[in-house]
């Protein structure tokens, strides 16, 4: 942690741990000791106590003897560091029974983390929810912006008898960006085993739908659900149509439901939507335009990305928008939706439905698989997606590898929040970097030019 880091890099006092760099409370230490003397000099000079004048006296007197620089100096430490024991004893006393490096971490790392890149994360799924868990340490201004396809499990059963957009996916969101993630994550994923009506749901898809009925509406509902649990960032639906995946399948079938789509067993031709013209929140058109970077995936290509892109207003705003644009891109093939699919087909298949639109400046992809990879992804059908660098090339896309997954002894492949939040913040930070640099030297041209 940033607050241990320092402590161990310079040796200093705890008391002087108030001090470091970012956690701003020595402006209002100054503030404070200043008002302090003045309502002092204030009450003084009312009662006709001649505090000036006193004082100077006081002081004349002194120096006729010990300097004055020395006496001033003396009289402004002894008075700043008794106010600042007082005051420093008196909130401690306040917050009693916590723990206090535990409240300056907090400290630190909220005035650090808010300081941080705007980024909007798209998609839906486990895909999105294990990225905010990285995501959250890097900054505090981050929305995600969630499909609501969603229409199997406790999310589909809420979404026929309550009438309300499928909870699922917004839960697990919200969870990941809670602070005390574990606790918040048991809640809200508990499953009932038992009890008429309730067997299958999730606590959490519950609590959104209770909170669905009090406040009116789903948006206010997850904004209400936030400020509860104190979340990083916000969590918003792409939109607040009922809105159905369909998908035409290459054999000519039309397949109707999210939940059926990797049922089927075909080759996915296009991915459209029930109604066609889903209009999007105004809140994530928003959050796109003012975006530093923009984040798609990972996650089920075709129920967890791609739907979110198939409301026209959000692909347009994404292509539009300054941000920075990367896609993380699926480490396994997912039987069903993306049999056989090589890199380039994940990001073919994003620029298509979003209109061919340059949605996309670089995909990160996982360059690193264990030797005893697990053998049931080969029975279940599931391969490494492969890096076709020439055919993705022709796109315009850049390819960023990295180490994504987690170290695994049973040879699993699974995404690391951390790393693939480092490996995305890091593109960006060089991205930036590159930029500037560009800048630079355009302006210098152009001054030679003048």
């Known amino acids: 942690m940033e607050i241990k880091n320092i402590r161990k890099n310079v040796k200093m006092p705890e008391d002087m741990m108030w001090l470091v760099p970012g956690l701003q409370v020595k402006r209002w230490?100054?503030?404070?000791?200043?008002?302090?003397?003045?309502?002092?000099?204030?009450?003084?000079?009312?009662?006709?106590?001649?505090?000036?004048?006193?004082?100077?006296?006081?002081?004349?007197?002194?120096?006729?003897?010990?300097?004055?620089?020395?006496?001033?100096?003396?009289?402004?430490?002894?008075?700043?560091?008794?106010?600042?024991?007082?005051?420093?004893?008196?909130?401690?006393?306040?917050?009693?029974?916590?723990?206090?490096?535990?409240?300056?971490?907090?400290?630190?790392?909220?005035?650090?983390?808010?300081?941080?890149?705007?980024?909007?994360?798209?998609?839906?799924?486990?895909?999105?929810?294990?990225?905010?868990?990285?995501?959250?340490?890097?900054?505090?201004?981050?929305?995600?912006?969630?499909?609501?396809?969603?229409?199997?499990?406790?999310?589909?059963?809420?979404?026929?008898?309550?009438?309300?957009?499928?909870?699922?996916?917004?839960?697990?969101?919200?969870?990941?960006?809670?602070?005390?993630?574990?606790?918040?994550?048991?809640?809200?994923?508990?499953r009932f085993k038992s009890g008429e009506g309730l067997e299958g749901h999730s606590f959490g898809n519950l609590f959104l739908t209770a909170l669905c009925s009090i406040t009116g509406d789903l948006v206010r509902a997850v904004k209400e659900s936030s400020n509860v649990l104190s979340i990083r960032g916000r969590v918003l639906p792409s939109t607040l149509d009922d809105m159905k995946l369909v998908a035409e399948m290459e054999d000519g079938r039309i397949i109707h439901g999210e939940s059926n789509i990797p049922e089927a067993h075909g080759k996915i031709k296009r991915l459209f939507t029930d109604p066609q013209n889903c209009r999007a929140l105004s809140d994530v058109i928003t959050a796109i335009k003012e975006a530093d970077l923009i984040i798609l995936g990972p996650g089920s290509l075709y129920t967890s990305v791609i739907p979110n892109l198939l409301i026209q207003e959000i692909s347009e705003e994404i292509a539009k928008a300054n941000a920075k644009k990367i896609y993380v891109c699926n480490i396994m093939t997912q039987p069903g939706e993306t049999d056989n699919y090589s890199v380039s087909d994940h990001v073919n298949a994003l620029i298509s439905h979003a209109g061919g639109r340059r949605i996309i400046d670089t995909v990160l992809v996982n360059d690193f698989l264990p030797s005893n990879m697990a053998k049931k992804y080969e029975q279940s059908g599931?391969?490494?997606?492969?890096?076709?660098?020439?055919?993705?090339?022709?796109?315009?896309?850049?390819?960023f590898p990295k180490k994504l997954i987690e170290d695994s002894k049973e040879g699993l492949v699974r995404h690391s929040s951390n790393r693939v939040a480092r490996a995305i913040y890091y593109w960006y930070r060089r991205e930036m970097k590159s930029e500037k640099g560009l800048f630079r030297k355009e302006a210098e041209k152009q001054a030679c030019l003048k």
């Open 382 to 399: 599931s391969y490494p997606v492969k890096l076709d660098a020439e055919n993705l090339r022709r796109t315009g896309v850049k390819v």
């Open 29 to 190: 230490f100054a503030l404070i000791f200043l008002g302090s003397i003045l309502m002092t000099l204030g009450v003084l000079i009312l009662f006709d106590i001649k505090p000036i004048f006193y004082t100077m006296e006081f002081i004349r007197n002194v120096a006729m003897n010990i300097s004055t620089e020395w006496v001033a100096f003396g009289i402004v430490m002894f008075g700043a560091g008794i106010f600042f024991k007082g005051w420093q004893k008196t909130n401690l006393s306040m917050i009693e029974g916590s723990d206090k490096h535990s409240l300056l971490e907090a400290l630190y790392r909220r005035r650090k983390l808010n300081r941080g890149p705007k980024i909007v994360a798209v998609g839906g799924g486990t895909g999105l929810s294990m990225l905010l868990r990285g995501i959250k340490h890097i900054t505090n201004n981050i929305t995600a912006v969630v499909t609501v396809g969603d229409d199997g499990g406790s999310s589909g059963r809420l979404r026929e008898e309550m009438g309300i957009l499928p909870p699922g996916d917004i839960r697990n969101c919200i969870a990941a960006l809670a602070d005390d993630e574990d606790l918040i994550t048991k809640l809200f994923q508990y």
